[in-house]
């Protein structure tokens, strides 16, 4: 099982650059016929990922690449997985419009590794448990973080026991 540990979720000013990011990609994902695709609260995530060490960041079910974008902004060497491919090509697309150099993988996150100090999810409710053992016996490095949305507006973050 997985430790839940305290996160600093003091709602942070965003710059004008970072808001036309988030309502672009918002605005293009609504062109995607994607049922899985729900949006966090990004204005949440932005916050929680700013007072973090920049490190590196992988979004596990990257969807619009709104937060992996985000992480990149921020100076995190981030990457995210995405499985579904018309989502993750509009992403691709997105973070080059905006001259970012975050990857998106075409893929499934429990069969593609990418090590990270900070992995952020949004899944379904049913995941959550499969997710959090994925984390728990496949993740490195061991201190490595997981954010993981109990809901767009509830993001926790869990560790490994003993780290
Ligand atoms: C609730 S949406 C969240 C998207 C994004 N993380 C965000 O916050 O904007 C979940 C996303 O995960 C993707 N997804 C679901 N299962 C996946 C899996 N096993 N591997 C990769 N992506 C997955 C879905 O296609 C969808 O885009």
Redesign the pocket.
Known sequence: MLIEIPLDSTVRAMSKSVSEFIEEGLRRSKTID?F?????NYRMVYSVLRPMPRERFC??????G??TGLAEMLGFDACG????SQ?AAASRELLADFGLAATIET????EICHDAEVY????WPGQMQRVEQHFLSSVTPDHAKLLICHGAEDIRCKVKPGM
């Open positions: 994607c899985d695709f729900v949006p966090s979004e596990w079910g990257s969807g619009m709104i937060v997985i995405e499985i579904d989502m893929g499934d996150y429990f952020f999810t949004y899944c």
